[in-house]
């Protein structure tokens, strides 16, 4: 199997601050890999490193070869920001940045590939901010790349565009491009890649497929229960003989003898180990303890949770917001959606109290 790229013990410093801390990677020809991480994790300095763009201590190869030497015509690069000039509509963008190679790809082709075929004509300046990051992933497009690097390719794009974009990605993959992408989205690494990299301070704490990385570190099923915070001031009725609800700490107890690990999290009380056949019963436990509470969910194991358990840090996932308008006519439109996500430090892990 041929190795599109390889990092050898990448590090990179930009004065005291370290990005790259000795991060070691490998992506073979024709797979999906996505580089999981915080805002700060090093994401797009790792990316920066793998395409040539920032100098690195370490080894670096693509397709065999110094990312300076390499063709780029194999090479489709989406950087996190990328302006590309306003008073140009998609069409004349994606034909601008086609005319740069000697044998692109039909230009209509690409319009239609990133979902832009109707709303070709329209200004850059007018496109919405889903459609305008789209109109970026086209331009990588054009000269049909071996390596496709992608940059937090879906920020500002509506669901919808979301999964088309996936299922582009997946196409192209089927097709034997290899795609490496980073992102913040747990769900959308689940859905895309083959092999996930999960970054936290300048390093990689795990490098699996996401089946195998929820297998190894997801920990088990579970319910988590929203307890009420006040129950008296919320104006709950409480069905205790006395008139007060048990606390947390006690329904912890209580729920601890059926043999279940229990934790609390600040207003949430998590049962593990709970199978979907257990839930009924798990139920049922819950309201003989007497606790208040919301709602509940039963949650099954997913990156997140990895990333918790491998890192100690949390990593917020879903849906980033979605930059507004998000309809497909792309006419006069003044949404300048934010490109370039502000970067605070990595959220901090959860405190929750083991009991
Ligand atoms: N040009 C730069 N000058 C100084 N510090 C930088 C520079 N680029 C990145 N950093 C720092 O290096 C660390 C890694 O940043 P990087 O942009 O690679 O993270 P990231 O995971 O891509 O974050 P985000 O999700 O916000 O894009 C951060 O602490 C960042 O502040």
Avoid at 7 to 16: P, S, T, W
Avoid at 213 to 237: F, K, Q
Avoid at 250 to 269: I, W
Avoid at 301 to 306: G, H, K, N, R, T
């Amino acid at each position: 199997m041929e190795r599109a790229l390889v990092a050898e013990d990448i590090h990179r410093k930009y004065g005291d601050r370290v990005a790259l801390d000795g991060v070691s990677l490998s992506v073979d020809a024709g797979e999906v890999f996505a580089l999981v991480g915080p805002n700060g994790a090093g994401k797009t300095t790792l990316v920066r490193a793998l395409t040539g763009t920032t100098a690195v201590d370490g080894e670096v190869s693509v397709f065999g070869e110094s990312p300076a030497t390499v063709a780029k015509s194999r090479l489709g690069v989406l950087p996190q920001e990328f302006t590309p000039p306003e008073r140009l509509s998609a069409r004349e963008l994606i034909a601008y940045y086609a005319g740069l190679y000697d044998a692109p790809r039909d230009v209509e082709g690409v319009l239609a590939d990133v979902g832009l075929a109707d709303t070709a004509d329209t200004h850059y300046e007018n496109l919405s901010g889903g459609q305008r990051r789209r109109t970026c992933v086209g331009a990588t497009l054009v000269n049909d790349p071996d390596l496709l690097v992608l940059d937090e390719p879906t920020t500002g794009i509506d669901p919808a565009g979301r999964r088309d974009l996936r299922r582009l990605l997946a196409d192209l993959a089927d097709g034997g491009t290899t795609v490496l992408l980073t992102t913040h989205d747990m769900t959308e690494a689940e859905r895309l890649a083959d092999r996930v990299g999960l970054l936290a301070d300048g390093r990689l704490a795990a490098v699996d497929s996401p089946a195998a990385l929820v297998a190894e570190h997801g920990g088990e099923n579970r319910i988590v229960v929203d307890l009420v915070a006040d129950p008296i001031e919320d104006g709950t009725t409480i069905d205790d003989s006395d008139g007060t609800a048990p606390s947390p700490a006690t329904a912890v107890d209580a729920l601890g003898e059926t043999g279940h690990r229990v934790e609390l999290r600040d207003t949430e009380l998590v049962v593990h180990g709970v199978d979907a056949a257990d839930i009924g019963r798990v139920v049922d436990d819950l309201e003989r303890t007497g606790i208040v509470y919301d709602g509940l969910e039963w949650r099954q194991p997913d990156l997140e949770d990895v990333y918790l358990a491998v890192t100690g840090q949390a990593l917020v996932s879903g849906e980033e917001p979605v930059a507004e308008p998000t309809d497909d006519d792309g006419n006069d439109s003044d949404d300048t959606a934010a490109e370039t996500p502000a970067k605070p430090n990595a959220s901090d892990g959860e405190t929750g109290v083991a009991q």
